[in-house]
């Protein structure tokens, strides 16, 4: 799908823009950056798994002319959602030191990665709205709002991040990427009144 391809290819420039920046702050700022991203890639993981449902139950609805069963779906992601940002962010409270220390032996990057830890923490919090709705959106094949989130969000995060890391250094990198995954569980959220048109369309 086109619009599915676009959303990766922005977010893989994301990501190498990223680390391009992690790395120009230096290398122990780069390890600690890889760590921490790696813990919040499973987080993003796990909520992915309940989008996935999401996804399949949401396609089912569509095939079925079900608008009842659509909605009780989003109403179920929205509750899990909240019950699994909940553990994500209890989890990753009080075993985030023992995490880090897994992915690295290195005294100075982990000094450092407990350092942004915070970033991690809030990151379900600001991203899950986006990752569970992008289920709901593709099950339902409309995706052309996920298209424009990530391409909206790349167009917000690139002059943010060229902004505000000279000012901030890697707190600045961190807080452009949760404005990032913030833009799109926004726009995804704002667009859930387009995807109720195109279910009340089915007869």
């Given at each position: 799908?086109?619009?599915?391809?676009?959303?990766?290819?922005?977010?893989?420039?994301?990501?190498?823009?990223?680390?391009?920046?992690?790395?120009?702050?230096?290398?122990?700022v780069?390890?600690?950056?890889?760590?921490?991203?790696?813990?919040k890639?499973?987080?993003?993981?796990?909520?992915?798994?309940?989008?996935?449902?999401?996804?399949?139950?949401?396609?089912?609805?569509?095939?079925?002319?079900?608008?009842?069963?659509?909605?009780?779906?989003?109403?179920?992601?929205?509750?899990?959602?909240?019950?699994?940002?909940?553990?994500?962010?209890?989890?990753?409270?009080?075993?985030?030191?023992?995490?880090?220390?897994c992915?690295?032996?290195?005294?100075?990057?982990?000094?450092?990665?407990?350092?942004?830890?915070?970033?991690?923490?809030?990151?379900?919090?600001?991203?899950?709205?986006?990752?569970?709705?992008?289920?709901?959106?593709?099950?339902?094949?409309?995706t052309?709002?996920?298209?424009?989130?990530?391409?909206?969000?790349?167009?917000?995060?690139?002059?943010?991040?060229?902004?505000?890391?000279?000012?901030?250094?890697?707190d600045?990198?961190?807080?452009?990427?949760?404005?990032?995954v913030?833009?799109?569980?926004?726009?995804?959220?704002?667009?859930?009144?387009?995807?109720?048109?195109?279910?009340?369309?089915?007869?």
């Amino acid at each position: 799908n086109t619009n599915l391809m676009i959303r990766t290819a922005c977010l893989l420039t994301v990501n190498n823009i990223i680390a391009a920046a992690g790395a120009a702050l230096g290398t122990v700022v780069l390890a600690a950056n890889a760590v921490l991203f790696q813990l919040k890639d499973i987080m993003s993981f796990l909520v992915d798994g309940m989008a996935n449902g999401a996804s399949v139950f949401s396609g089912r609805a569509l095939g079925q002319k079900n608008r009842a069963l659509f909605w009780q779906i989003l109403k179920i992601t929205y509750k899990w959602l909240f019950v699994l940002v909940f553990l994500l962010m209890l989890g990753f409270t009080f075993g985030s030191t023992f995490l880090i220390n897994c992915f690295t032996d290195l005294e100075e990057v982990a000094v450092l990665a407990e350092t942004y830890k915070y970033y991690v923490l809030i990151y379900p919090l600001i991203a899950g709205i986006g990752l569970a709705l992008y289920g709901m959106f593709t099950g339902a094949t409309y995706t052309v709002p996920i298209r424009n989130m990530m391409l909206i969000a790349l167009a917000v995060f690139w002059p943010v991040e060229r902004l505000l890391v000279p000012l901030l250094g890697n707190d600045g990198l961190w807080i452009s990427f949760l404005i990032f995954v913030g833009i799109q569980s926004l726009i995804l959220f704002y667009s859930l009144r387009k995807l109720r048109e195109k279910i009340y369309k089915i007869k």
